[in-house]
């Protein structure tokens, strides 16, 4: 059932790399007098713009990992106050089977003041040589700090009323859950029954391979997300908020204080620096989550309409395509 949603995300997930790939490495270097350097990357920061972004993924399709890393080097040189391009470089030397070495870079990016992620350096959470380095200490510190205060707020969470909470079964009617979402005219990819109504077994009609079909509208069925803000701003600082839908950009609907706000939220299992990047983390692990399923109402050429749980099914729901 959750199929549709699932590859909808994963969609997104690449638009999202792309733009990373892309966006972060022409990002501009901060100013002020550059850190000192320790990691030997082979030369100089210049603070170029430029970088191999197509060298790199043919590199790394082609298992020439030696190459990859000289061009993340080259890439870091570039851009040497750019987090992402470090991380990139990191990833290379796993690749290439010199993780003390992607630990060195950690170290580098630390001393530099970069900001370290979870999703970063979780790949290094049980190396001992990390474990053993500034950043490794710190970072454990912090995790326990997290991991204390996330057991608190369950307790927290048992005392919430039914009447504080959102509906154990919520259902975002009229969502379209990824950025540049659209509903209009589509194209069948596969054939796909649809239904009289969502979770509903009875079909109704099937939109065939090639069809243009209308998409008239849509619904995210899920179960609420409780996490423990970290921020302030529209949720409470040190408050328990529940994340619904995604609206995109980096946009959710979040019920907190009896009323569901539109807000801009990242949220992890662990924020190691709480900012816009990192506001909130989660109180469950990922693996108890149910993943969200989207539902589509859909208009055939012979004017059936029906609901189908399998929207990657049907081309045309990305308007930025």
């Known amino acids: ?39 030997d990357l082979g030369g100089p920061c210049k603070d170029n713009l430029g970088v191999g ?20 080097k080259q890439s870091v040189r570039d851009g040497c106050a750019v987090e992402y391009r470090w991380e990139k470089l990191a990833e290379a030397l796993i690749k290439a089977g010199r993780r003390h070495e992607a630990v060195s870079v950690v170290e580098e990016m630390d001393s530099r003041g970069l900001e370290l992620t979870f999703p970063f350096v979780k790949q290094f959470i049980d190396d001992p040589l990390f474990k053993a380095s500034r950043p490794g200490i710190r970072i454990q510190h912090l995790i326990h700090i997290s991991d204390a205060r996330r057991v608190r707020f369950r307790e927290i969470l048992k005392s919430i009323p039914a009447n504080r909470r959102p509906p154990a079964n ?64 529209d949720l409470p600082k040190n408050s328990i908020a529940f994340v619904l839908d995604y609206g995109g950009e980096g946009y959710w ?10 807000t801009f939220l990242v949220y992890e299992k662990y924020c190691l620096h709480v900012s816009d990047s990192c506001g909130a983390e989660t109180l469950f692990p990922e693996a108890k989550r149910k993943n969200p399923v989207w539902w589509v109402k859909v208009r055939l050429p012979n004017g059936v309409i029906g609901w189908s749980d399998r929207p990657d099914n049907f081309n045309g729901k990305d308007g930025c395509a």
């Not at 699932?6 to 270097?29: D, E, G, I, M, R």
């Not at 060298?55 to 993340?72: F, K």
């Not at 609907?253 to 539109?262: A, M, N």
């Open 170 to 233: 919520y259902i975002a009617k009229g969502a379209c859950p990824f950025e540049c979402c659209q509903y209009g005219n589509w194209t069948v990819d596969n054939d796909t029954d649809l239904f009289a109504a969502p979770g509903s077994k009875r079909v109704v009609g099937n939109a065939r391979n090639g069809d243009r079909v209308v998409g008239l509208t849509g619904e995210v069925h899920l179960t609420p997300e409780p996490v423990i803000v970290l921020t302030g701003g």
């Open 253 to 262: 609907s979040v019920y907190t204080r009896g009323k569901i706000v539109s």
């Open 53 to 72: 972004v197509v060298e790199s993924l043919a590199a790394e399709h082609a298992g020439d990992w030696d190459r990859l890393v000289a061009l993340q």
């Open 1 to 39: 059932m959750a199929h549709g949603m699932k590859s909808s995300t994963l969609n997104t997930s690449f638009a999202t790399l792309v733009c990373l790939l892309f966006c972060s490495a022409f990002q501009p270097a901060r100013s002020g007098k550059p850190p000192e350097q320790h990691y």
